[in-house]
């Protein structure tokens, strides 16, 4: 191979080679470090992400709901989303106080029965654990003033923001 030929190679390469790019993202290289421990563990066990989930809250909220329409669709053969079923009020209206205080069949949930059913099994002794609900209530920064106030407030959840603080994305 001349000097000239191997020149041209190398030149024709070279948009390859600058193309490559060496190292990794910010969020891949974070699992090296002791820091994203908690998180890649709530990661795991519960499936949320913050980058896309939003608020722990609202995320378990969805899931519970998620649920809830899984048991009912399976149990009592009446789905929500059935175009043939009445108007289900359940499904549009505004998320409650996230508190046993308004509502305690929502914040124990399924998810304590199956825990208080396996504490059954292990200690001979019903008690049931709403993990998630725990977990949202003190991982959520709001998490133990929103409890408080499902039981001095009335339980309602925060209010949404108002008009005036939309605005018009893509102008």
Known sequence: MTKRTLRAALFLAL??????????????????????????MVRHLTGYRADLDGSFVDFQYRKKKHIDNTLRRHF???????????????????????????????YMHAESLFIGFTTLG?????????????????????????FWDGFTAGGSAKSPPPVSQFRVRNR
């Open 122 to 146: 292990i200690w001979g002794t019903f008690v049931p654990i709403p993990i998630d609900s725990l977990t949202a209530t003190i991982v959520s920064p709001d998490g133990w003033e929103e």
């Open 15 to 40: 948009p390859l080679i600058a193309a490559c790019k060496t190292g990794t993202p910010a969020r891949e290289g974070e699992h090296w470090v002791v820091d994203s421990v908690p998180e890649r």
């Open 76 to 106: 009592a053969n009446n789905s929500s989303d059935s175009p043939f079923e009445g108007f289900d009020d359940s499904q549009t209206k505004r998320r409650g106080a996230h508190s046993i205080a308004p509502d305690p069949l929502y």
